[in-house]
T-cell receptor, first 112, second 109 residues
Framework: DTGVSQNPRHKITKRGQNVTFRCDPI?????LYWYRQTLGQGPEFLTY????????KSRLLSDRFSAERPKGSFSTLEIQRTEQGDSAMYLC??????????FGQGTRLTVV | LAKTTQPISMDSYEGQEVNITCSHN???????ITWYQQFPSQGPRFIIQ???TKVTNEVASLFIPADRKSSTLSLPRVSLSDTAVYYC??????????FGTGTRLTVIP
C-alpha cells in the first residue's frame, strides 16, 4: 500500500499525559499537512510542511502541540499535557499540489 | 480563501442522480473548485476538480457555470456506498484546505 499511513489508529490516554502520532506520507510528496476533526465537523487545518520546513501553523496549534518532519520524510505530532478537549481524529495528508491531498485514515485520540 | 456554502444534508434513494450545489461568490480568477468525499472513520478523499464548464471522471461530474460563482457535483445513480460527507473547496493560493461542514448525503434503499 503506497498511501498515507498513520500510527497508531487509536490512542486512549489519561489527561495530562503526552502523546505522539506518526505519519508516513506518500514518498514523492513534498507537502505534508496535519488536520484535526471532531464529530460533525469538517477537518480543521493545524500545520503544513514543505519538505522539512514547517511553513504554516494554525492558531489552533497551541503551545502544547508540536510537529516535526525531520529529513522531509515522515512527520510526528506531539501533544503535551493532554486535555479532554484534545479528543479528536488527527488526520495527516500529503500532496504535490495543495488542491489534491491524499489523507491517511487518521489517529483517533480519546483523553479520559 | 473563497468562502463556500453548501447544504448541510441531503437524502436520496438508490439509483437516483444526486446534485449537490455549492456557492462560492467571491471566487478569484485563478481559483479552481475541488470536491472531496469522506466516509465515516476515514480521511477525506479527493474526487474531482474543475475550473469552468464541465469535468467528468469515473466517480462524478462537476458543472461550473460561466460566472463560476457556484458549482454542482453530480453523482449518477447513487448506491448505498455513496453515503458520505461531500466537501466543496476553493483552495488555490493557500497552503491548506478549508473544509467547512460539508453536505451529508444519505442514500436510502
Amino acid at each position: 500500500d503506497t498511501g498515507v499511513s498513520q500510527n497508531p489508529r487509536h490512542k486512549i490516554t489519561k489527561r495530562g499525559q503526552n502523546v505522539t502520532f506518526r505519519c508516513d506520507p506518500i514518498s514523492e510528496h513534498n507537502r505534508l499537512y496535519w488536520y484535526r476533526q471532531t464529530l460533525g465537523q469538517g477537518p480543521e487545518f493545524l500545520t503544513y510542511f514543505q519538505n522539512e520546513a514547517q511553513l504554516e501553523k494554525s492558531r489552533l496549534l497551541s503551545d502544547r502541540f508540536s510537529a516535526e518532519r525531520p529529513k522531509g520524510s515522515f512527520s510526528t505530532l506531539e501533544i503535551q499535557r493532554t486535555e479532554q478537549g484534545d479528543s479528536a481524529m488527527y488526520l495527516c495528508a500529503s500532496s504535490l499540489v495543495v488542491s489534491e491531498a491524499f489523507f491517511g485514515q487518521g489517529t483517533r485520540l480519546t483523553v479520559v | 480563501l473563497a468562502k463556500t456554502t453548501q447544504p448541510i444534508s441531503m437524502d436520496s434513494y438508490e439509483g437516483q442522480e444526486v446534485n449537490i450545489t455549492c456557492s462560492h461568490n467571491n471566487i478569484a480568477t485563478n481559483d479552481y473548485i475541488t470536491w472531496y468525499q469522506q466516509f465515516p472513520s476515514q480521511g477525506p478523499r479527493f474526487i474531482i476538480q474543475g475550473y469552468k464548464t464541465k469535468v467528468t471522471n469515473e466517480v462524478a461530474s462537476l458543472f461550473i457555470p460561466a460566472d463560476r460563482k457556484s458549482s454542482t457535483l453530480s453523482l449518477p445513480r447513487v448506491s448505498l456506498s455513496d453515503t458520505a460527507v461531500y466537501y466543496c473547496l476553493v483552495p488555490t493560493g493557500a497552503n491548506n484546505l478549508f473544509f467547512g461542514t460539508g453536505t451529508r448525503l444519505t442514500v436510502i434503499p
